[in-house]
Nanobody
Framework: QVRLVESGGGLVQAGDSLTLSCGAS????????MSWFRRDPANPLKERYF?????????????HYEDSLRGRATISRDSTKNTLHLRINNLNAEDTAVYLC????????????????????WGQGAQVTVSS
């Protein structure tokens, strides 16, 4: 089993930047994809939307971003600490959401990386609220 714990959420002002972190523990050696999704905080049963993700196989890795966030978001991974980071710059009210970390034991291609159903593990989420 793998446990994912998000941190770094909170209340920020529009225009600010924020870095979220996802720490993975347990049987992390089999993980080959880690990503961020977000959902409406007022509707926990609503769809989760892909934000950004990284897949890796050996020394090869590739990142993918949701189109509207490309240029504002940066994903990074510290493999020694099994931690995935997401930095979003120039936050706006539409970025208000619960941000969820997800991990998969498959190295997911770009299209499947965006599908919540292809992930094996999920964190509880970190709330980000952007005030204008």
């Amino acid at each position: 089993q793998v446990r994912l714990v998000e941190s770094g959420g909170g209340l920020v002002q529009a225009g600010d930047s924020l870095t979220l972190s996802c720490g993975a523990s347990g049987r992390t050696a089999n993980l080959k994809t880690m990503s961020w999704f977000r959902r409406d905080p007022a509707n926990p049963l609503k769809e989760r939307y892909f934000v950004a993700g990284r897949r890796w196989v050996g020394s090869y890795s590739s990142d993918h971003y949701e189109d509207s966030l490309r240029g504002r978001a940066t994903i990074s991974r510290d493999s020694t600490k099994n931690t995935l980071h997401l930095r979003i710059n120039n936050l706006n009210a539409e970025d208000t959401a619960v941000y969820l970390c997800a991990a998969a034991e498959d190295s997911l291609e770009r299209t499947t990386m965006q599908s919540p159903g292809d992930y094996d593990y999920w964190g509880q989420g970190a709330q980000v609220t952007v005030s204008s």
